[in-house]
C-alpha cells in the first residue's frame, strides 16, 4: 500500500482565490482526519470522518473551510476565499478505528497565503 | 484549558542521557493514548501506545496515570537520531467515532 496520498504537497496563492487540498487515504481505514500545524498552535485538528461521514467539524475554523468525502477512497478539504492567516502544514491521516489503532499521516500539503 | 497539554521544550540533552516528557489531559473520558514522533518537515509517525500498566520499548517507556490524568515517555540512553519533536495523543470515543487529540509537541535535542 502506497499509505496516505495528500495532494499538492506544496501550494502558493494569491488572497482571496479557492483553495483545494486532496486526501486518499488507506484502503480499508474507516476514519479520516484532517489536522492543520502551524508553530504557534500545533496540530490542531479540524474535522474527521467515519465511513465517509462527517463526525466532529468543530475545528473547522469558519465558513471558509469545507470538507467533504464522497466516497471512501478520497478527501477534500477546501477554503474559499483563502486569507494569509490560512498559512500553515494540512496533514491528512486515516485509521482503521477503534481504541488502539495506529492513524497514519499522510505527507501534509504545505500551504502559502500570499 | 487546551484538551492536551505539553510542555514544548526545547529539552537539549548530551548523548546518553535521559529524559523525560509528561502530558496532561483535560478529560477525563479519555480512553487510549499514545506517543507520536515527528522529525522535522515531516509527517507524525506513531512512537508507541501507553497501557496502563506501563509498557517499555527498548530504550523507550510509556506511563499512564488515570488519576492524575497525565501520561509520560521516558528516554533512556539518548541517541543523535531521537532529536525529534515527541506529541502526545489523546484518543476519546465521541458520539460518532473515535477523536485523536494531539499535544502541541515537546522537541527533543541530542547534542554531542
Known amino acids: 500500500d502506497a499509505g496516505v496520498i495528500q495532494s499538492p504537497r506544496h501550494e502558493v496563492t494569491e488572497m482571496g482565490q479557492e483553495v483545494t487540498l486532496r486526501c486518499k487515504p488507506i484502503s480499508g481505514h474507516d476514519y479520516l482526519f484532517w489536522y492543520r500545524q502551524t508553530m504557534m498552535r500545533g496540530l490542531e485538528l479540524l474535522i474527521y470522518f467515519n465511513n465517509n461521514v462527517p463526525i466532529d467539524d468543530s475545528g473547522m475554523p469558519e465558513d471558509r473551510f469545507s470538507a467533504k468525502m464522497p466516497n471512501a477512497s478520497f478527501s477534500t478539504l477546501k477554503i474559499q476565499p483563502s486569507e494569509p492567516r490560512d498559512s500553515a502544514v494540512y496533514f491528512c491521516?486515516?485509521?482503521?478505528?477503534?481504541?488502539?489503532?495506529?492513524?497514519?499521516f499522510g505527507q501534509g500539503t504545505r500551504l502559502t497565503v500570499v | 484549558r487546551k484538551e492536551v497539554e505539553q510542555d514544548p521544550g526545547p529539552f537539549n540533552v548530551p548523548e546518553g542521557a535521559t529524559v523525560a516528557f509528561n502530558c496532561t489531559y483535560s478529560?477525563?473520558?479519555?480512553?487510549?493514548f499514545f506517543w507520536y514522533r515527528q522529525d522535522c518537515r515531516k509527517e507524525p509517525k506513531l512512537l508507541m501506545s501507553v497501557y496502563s500498566s506501563g509498557n517499555e520499548d527498548g530504550r523507550f517507556t510509556a506511563q499512564l496515570n488515570r488519576a492524575s490524568q497525565y501520561i509520560s515517555l521516558l528516554i533512556r540512553d539518548s541517541k543523535l537520531s531521537d532529536s525529534a519533536t515527541y506529541l502526545c495523543?489523546?484518543?476519546?470515543?465521541?458520539?460518532?467515532?473515535?477523536?485523536?487529540?494531539f499535544g502541541t509537541g515537546t522537541q527533543l535535542k541530542v547534542e554531542l
Open positions: 478529560n477525563s473520558a479519555s480512553q487510549s
Open positions: 495523543v489523546v484518543n476519546r470515543v465521541t458520539g460518532g467515532g473515535n477523536k485523536l487529540t
Open positions: 491521516a486515516s485509521s482503521i478505528g477503534g481504541q488502539r489503532t495506529e492513524a497514519f
